[in-house]
Each structure stands twice: as C-alpha cells, then as structure tokens.
C-alpha cells in the first residue's frame, strides 16, 4: 500500500511562489512515475506536471510551462512542484498522485495514476 501526503499549499498574493511537497510512504516504494494534478470550484480535475521516478521524462501542461518546476528526490521517496509567478487562475486543490503499474494511458491523464494524496489547497489572490 502507498501513501501520499501532500504539503506546502497556502494563500500568496499573485506573483508569489509556493513549493508543494508530496512525501510518499509504502513498502518497496518504487513508482513508474508521479504527477501532479489540480482541481479548481467547479471544474474537473486537470494535469499539471509528472516525472518519471527513474530519469528520463518531464511533462508539463502548456500553462505551467516556464512557471512551474517538478522535481523529485528518490532517497526521501518525495516528489516536489515548484510554482513561481503565481497567478489568481492557478487557485485549486493541488493532488499528487503515484504510478506504480506500467500502462498505456499517458501520464498526464489521470487513469494511468493508481495512488493519490488528499490534496493541498493553494489559493492565490490578486
């Protein structure tokens, strides 16, 4: 079984940065890759960034590009989003999640994910 726990949400002013903190515990803790994912009121869960645990891959979506930087620290199993030059639209609750099993589905849809954290909220005023 894995856990994820996010941290690092809070309330910045537009322009302000936040570096979000997802620390994952389980046996044998090996993933195939991490994600980040965001839900704002009212609007469906949407990808951020995901990193492949091994090397080799780094997504983001296109509105996060140049702003936001993923990055992970295999030893402390623990995965961290960087986000600078905040913006009032990037307000939501931020979720971290695993991908422990090889798949098709793309890492940057939430169906290849099979562990997530309950989220962090990051609530950016203008």
């Known amino acids: 079984q894995v856990q994820l726990v996010e941290s690092g949400g809070g309330l910045v002013q537009a322009g302000g940065s936040l570096r979000l903190t997802c620390a994952a515990s389980?046996?044998?803790?090996?993933?195939?890759?991490m994600g980040w994912f965001r839900q704002a009121p009212g609007k469906e869960r949407e990808f951020v960034s995901a990193?492949?645990?091994?090397?080799?891959?780094?997504y983001y979506a296109d509105s996060m590009k140049g702003r936001f930087t993923i990055s992970r620290d295999n030893a402390k199993n623990t995965v961290y989003l960087q986000m600078d030059s905040l913006k009032p639209e990037d307000t939501a609750v931020y979720y971290c999640?695993?991908?422990?099993?090889?798949?098709?589905?793309?890492?940057?849809?939430?169906?290849?994910?099979?562990?997530w954290g309950q989220g962090t909220q990051v609530t950016i005023s203008s």
């Open positions: 999640a695993a991908g422990t099993r090889a798949t098709v589905i793309p890492r940057t849809k939430e169906g290849s994910y099979d562990y």
């Open positions: 990193i492949s645990w091994r090397g080799g891959w780094i």
């Open positions: 389980g046996r044998a803790f090996s993933p195939y890759a």
